[in-house]
């Protein structure tokens, strides 16, 4: 039932992103002072979105795993985090990719950017954690703690850097935020994109999530074979 | 019949692939000694780590004064005292200050009292003021028991506690083993082999059974349910 | 005396004894400041803002080492174990630990202000004990957060490579606040400039305190 469910959601995503793709580079019109490059704010603001969701997740099926002891919710939040990472690259690669025609350079320490490169700070910090020891409970614990925390951390981290930032204007640069956009048009195709992307996160984070339940069962079912094996053999 | 101290169901232990421990079913009364017999990574360490609530079981469950290992609150941790092949003890203190430690934590009413009473019980009254890393191996033990004991715990986990150890070390280590035991303990402890040991009734459990052994398969029987793997054997 | 006490009593006397974690962290904080000093050429007496700047950069190194060496003591024959089988909460054990590690950084960063003054050209007046709310929050809340993060890093294979690369990130907001508060300090601006950064570092140490005591006992258990 579940990968009906998965390969409707791949149909779907593929619909609503080719539909959003048409909308970015077709409908919406062409923003006036940065031209056709601003076209990236449709992939970047989605990515973020997504970014930030995912960490969420990771913290929310961290705080069940620690209360509810279920591998099931560490392998939801593996995954998440696993999905999380790629589209946290990306919101940061599309950032630079939007700063260097704009603005000529490829980095910039306003808030939001900044923001997003400690949460794949972050990111990166829970994966090497995993991959740095093996598959065990008390691992998965380590993870659940890191989880949490980090995500703890992120409101105080966006208050911070936002407020670091407010004191040197000279190097900020605003990025073009739901205020600056005039066309309802543009609203729309963010809208669009946005949906996009969750829908496409969410397919993804199925079938990782998958992925990992299956592993979990395989290592479970290996055991217990083993395990019948040498009790058939004492009898 | 009083309530077992340690009770164990279908207790096993998976590391991964390896299964150290499987199908464990043991009972200790209070005031019973039981020797866990098994061959060197035969799991007896493990089944003494489970029962002090440092390691959760992957199967099975075992209860420690009626309640599961697992969540064994600061009162029951209280009443469980081990002694493994690692002291517990600070090298850089010196034996009383060590004990004068573990009392407090284990918030006894005079831990100084209870350091001097204990290192003479064990033998250690002139070594009191000695740092724990000039000791000897037997030395550390002994004292290392005294630790354990000092809060004259209900349940005693030995690990292999006459391995490489000095005759006079093994005399009081036994004598503990039997006091605790009078005074109504009861003892859990792995060996390798079933040691000599007068005056003191134990049952003998045999760990190797429950072990990942490769056996040819039997004509008769075929399925292995659960089995109780208890052997009693009466001590002299 | 409470179970805290006596741990915390412990890993002092064991450190009076050794002096080990005490020179370790002066020594890193010395050759920090000095690697900044040329960092920044500090020569050209450029005052407040890189003294803040050196001056945290070292705290946050030797925090890191402070923290690990807070469960060096327990390592020698699993003492560990033996705290872990008492009737101590993991909680308690955290605080122990915590107020350890704070002890060890606090007496690093006397040392680290001392040669900050010297070597960033500043004075040894009051601007200086206006720097010490700012370093004992921030110092307060690096030990929560590392105490933390060291009981997990220690038992993975990147072991102490692991701490940094966890706690760097978690730490920015407070690092960022405790940086504009200290330069602030140091230079002289009003106390409302370094009001609002006091308030991100109090909030930083009261989330990172008490997740650290609630989170410490899943951290604890062996396996």
Redesign the interface.
């Known amino acids: 039932m579940s990968s009906m469910i998965r390969k409707g959601l791949g149909y779907t995503s593929l619909a609503v992103m080719l539909t959003a793709i048409f909308m970015v580079f077709d409908w919406a019109p062409t923003e006036a002072e940065q031209g056709i490059a601003q076209r990236i704010f449709y992939f970047h603001v989605p990515c973020a979105w997504v970014a930030f969701a995912a960490f969420g997740i990771v913290a929310l099926a961290s705080l069940f795993y620690l209360w509810l002891g279920e591998r099931i919710w560490d392998d939801l939040a593996y995954a998440a985090a696993e999905i999380g990472m790629v589209f946290c690259t990306l919101v940061l690669l599309t950032g630079s990719l939007w700063a260097k025609p704009i603005w000529g350079v490829w980095w910039t320490w306003d808030s939001r950017l900044t923001t997003t490169f400690i949460l794949w700070l972050m990111y990166g910090g829970y994966l090497l954690l995993r991959a740095s020891a093996d598959d065990s409970p008390q691992v998965a614990r380590f993870a659940a703690v890191v989880g949490i925390v980090a995500a703890l951390d992120v409101p105080i981290v966006i208050v911070s850097v936002r407020l670091w930032r407010t004191i040197h204007p000279a190097v900020l640069i605003t990025k073009t935020g739901e205020h600056g956009l005039e066309d309802p048009r543009m609203v729309v195709t963010l809208l669009v994109s946005l949906v996009a992307f969750t829908i496409f996160f969410i397919w993804l984070l199925m079938l990782r999530f998958a992925q990992l339940r299956a592993r979990t069962r395989l290592c479970r079912m290996g055991q217990e074979i083993a395990l019948a094996e040498v009790r058939a053999g004492d009898a | 019949m009083a309530a077992p101290v340690v009770e164990t169901h279908a207790l096993?232990k998976?590391?991964?692939?390896h299964?150290a421990l499987?199908?464990v079913e043991m009972r200790v009364l209070p005031g019973r000694a039981i020797f866990v017999v098994g061959a060197n990574g035969a799991g007896k360490s493990t089944l003494l780590?489970i029962l002090?609530?440092?390691?959760?079981p992957t199967a099975g469950h075992a209860l420690i004064f009626g309640l599961d290992s697992r969540r064994l609150s600061?009162?029951y941790?209280?009443r469980?005292g081990?002694v493994?092949h690692?002291?517990?003890?600070?090298?850089?203190?010196t034996a009383r200050?060590n004990l004068e430690?573990?009392a407090?934590?284990?918030?006894l009413p005079d831990?100084r009292e209870t350091a001097v009473r204990w290192l003479e019980r064990v033998g250690l009254e002139r070594f009191a003021d000695r740092r724990?890393r000039a000791l000897s191996r037997g030395m550390e033990q002994r004292l290392a028991a005294a630790?354990a004991m000092l809060a004259e715990p209900g349940l005693l986990l030995l690990d292999e506690p006459f391995a490489s150890l000095d005759g006079e070390a093994v005399r009081i280590i036994m004598s503990l083993m039997r006091d605790a035991v009078a005074r109504g303990a009861s003892i859990v402890a792995g060996m390798h082999v079933v040691p000599e040991i007068e005056d003191l009734e134990f049952e003998v459990f045999d760990l190797a059974?429950a072990t990942?052994?490769?056996?040819?398969?039997?004509r008769d029987?075929?399925?292995?349910g659960r089995?109780a793997r208890l052997r009693s054997l009466l001590g002299r | 005396m409470t179970a805290f006490a006596a741990i915390l009593r412990k890993d002092l006397r064991l450190e009076l004894r050794s002096g080990e974690s005490t020179v370790a962290l002066l020594a890193i904080s010395l050759l920090i400041l000095v690697v900044m000093v040329f960092a920044l050429d500090a020569s050209r007496a450029r005052g407040a803002e890189a003294a803040a700047g050196a001056l945290w950069v070292a705290l946050v190194f030797s925090g890191m080492l402070g923290a690990t060496r807070a469960f060096l003591a327990e390592r020698d024959n699993h003492c560990i174990r033996g705290l872990l089988l008492s009737p101590i909460e993991p909680s308690t054990l955290y605080a122990a630990k915590l107020a350890a590690a704070f002890t060890f950084m606090a007496i690093a960063e006397i040392g680290s202000v001392i040669l900050m003054v010297l070597f960033f050209n500043l004075n040894f007046d009051f601007t200086l004990v206006r720097v010490v709310p700012t370093l004992a929050l921030g110092t307060l809340g690096f030990a929560a957060l590392a105490t933390l993060l060291a009981a997990i890093s220690n038992r993975t294979r990147m072991g102490d490579l692991l701490l940094p690369i966890l706690a760097v990130p978690m730490f920015v907001p407070a690092l960022i606040a405790g940086v504009k508060a200290s330069s602030f300090a140091l230079g002289g601006a009003p106390e409302s400039a370094i009001a609002q950064w006091l308030k991100i570092l109090v909030a930083f140490d009261v989330l990172f305190v008490s997740a650290g005591y609630l989170l410490f006992d899943y951290v604890a258990r062996e396996d």
Request: overall charge positive.
């Open positions: 096993g998976t590391f991964g692939q299964h499987r199908d780590r002090a609530g440092l390691s959760a600061a009162r941790r209280r469980i081990m493994a690692q002291s517990y003890l600070y090298p850089n203190l200050e430690f573990y407090e934590l284990y918030a831990p724990v630790r059974r990942l052994t490769r056996r040819p398969p039997t029987g075929g399925d292995a089995i």
